[in-house]
């Protein structure tokens, strides 16, 4: 299909560089001092430097001295106090005496209340379970010298394991390229886990819509990560990261850092996501890695950041309760039940567009899916779509957004322009395999 507009290539470690501008391509079928009084100043504030700090030390040590006396005799009389303890039956029993320091553990980030692990024992249960992914797409390139020469493109992410027997959970962007209904057949994916194996995996299902894909390697008796309840997340939470930033060299980096926001309106090229935001630092090659809670938990999939320069701490996951019903639906069936498909590709008619070719702002079809709903409705190419459902449409969002709220089977009419002319007709959606 040839068009005039070409996708924005991800960059090459399969990571969002966020672009405010909308795309414009859309296919449903597949961003100094002054000198005098400094000596005599300095000498001054030399003075009462000085004077803080040994007063500090003369106060905090008869404070201390004071406490440490007052803290043995109550210890004291706590142990001989406690040494025994008299059970209902008239009996007694040994119990243990807990001091402060009983309850007090060394910690990593967070303390090591019940259920709750240090952020060395959170990369220890979910780092095995953390894995890189390349994506080798292959291309042939001419020259009027030479005859054609092949190369591949490669591309590295991280995913999931999230079954005993090979099932990865990572970002469709990561993945892309391998889905055959890019056309992509000879992609090759090779996933390398933290024992140091490598193995080729095979594409499952992919979801493009929420960034969303599940590829399987044949291995067996693999650590499965615990898959955690995003719903019971708060602003605020100790957070950790773990992937591969800028790919295999630094496979299993881990951050920590908290959960800054939640449901956070994100829009990734054409699609718009509900994400979870978190300083913990998310880097190109963390995508499809992991969002762990304290008790390790995954609750997110590391999906994207704001990359512009001056802002830092800007990353986004994919909430664990949203992926987790689509990765089981990629899963046993290979796509999303149900998902409406009108089976067209298009680009956008903006008001400038609008005006130096003399079309309607709208959706211009570009090509028309053989045996798909729009070519059943009657649609076709060189068609502007400006309605559907009654509503207006001027962007591929907007389109979406009515797809948004329907299913496969429902009927819907549908206003395009032909030829300056309006016209008006019935679609009943596919679904989107």
């Known amino acids: 299909m040839n068009n005039n507009f070409n996708n ?30 400094s000596g005599r ?20 040590g008869v404070m201390y001295s004071n406490f440490s006396r007052q803290l043995d005799s109550q210890v004291n009389s706590l142990k001989q106090a406690a040494v025994t303890q008299t059970s209902s039956d008239g009996g007694s029993s040994p119990t243990k005496l807990s001091t402060a320091t009983d309850n007090v553990k060394a910690t990593n980030l967070f303390s090591t209340g019940t259920g709750e692990l240090t952020v060395a024992q959170i990369a220890k249960k979910v780092g095995p379970s953390i894995v890189g992914i390349k994506m080798s797409v292959p291309n042939t390139r001419q020259s009027p010298f030479y005859s054609s020469r092949s190369s591949t493109s490669d591309s590295e992410g991280s995913g999931i394991i999230f079954t005993e027997d090979g099932y990865i959970i990572t970002n469709y962007h990561v993945v892309q390229y391998a889905d055959p209904k890019n056309g992509a057949a000879n992609t090759a994916l090779t996933v390398y886990l933290p024992d140091k194996r490598e193995a080729k995996a095979k594409f499952i299902g992919g979801d493009s ?63 718009s996501l509900t994400l979870i935001q978190t300083d913990a630092a998310i880097n190109p090659g963390n995508s499809g890695g992991a969002l762990v809670n304290k008790k390790g938990q995954v609750i997110g999939i590391n999906s994207a950041k704001i ?12 909430p664990m309760n949203t992926a987790k019903p689509i990765v089981d639906q990629l899963k046993t069936y290979g796509y999303v039940k149900g998902k409406p ?44 779509l400006v309605k559907l459902d009654g509503s207006k449409i001027e962007s591929m969002a907007d389109l979406d957004a009515v797809k948004k709220n329907h299913k496969a089977g429902d009927t819907v009419s549908a206003v395009v322009s032909r030829d300056g002319k309006e016209v008006t007709l019935s679609i009943t959606f596919s679904e989107d395999k």
């Open 8 to 37: 924005d290539d991800w960059n090459s470690q399969s990571q969002y560089n966020f672009n405010y501008d909308n795309q414009g391509y859309y296919k449903e079928i597949v961003v100094q001092p002054r000198k005098k009084r």
């Open 341 to 384: 498909l009108i089976g067209i590709s298009a680009q956008e008619v903006t008001a400038e567009i609008s005006r130096m070719y003399d079309l309607p702002v709208g959706v211009y079809i570009s090509e028309v899916t053989q045996g798909g709903a729009a070519e059943a409705a009657g649609i076709h190419k060189g068609d502007v």
């Open 209 to 271: 819509e929420n960034d969303l894909a599940v590829i399987k390697i044949d291995l067996t008796n693999l650590p499965a990560a615990e898959l955690g309840d995003s719903s019971e997340v708060e602003v605020g939470d100790p957070a950790v990261a773990i992937g591969n930033p800028l790919g295999m060299e630094f496979a299993g980096s881990v951050t920590y850092g908290v959960i800054s926001a939640l449901n956070r309106q994100l829009k990734t090229g054409d699609n």
């Open 41 to 60: 100043f300095i000498t001054y504030l030399s003075l009462v430097l000085v004077t803080s700090l040994v007063t500090s030390f003369a106060v905090g």
């Open 307 to 318: 990359s512009v320069e001056g802002i830092e701490g800007l990353g986004f996951a994919i």
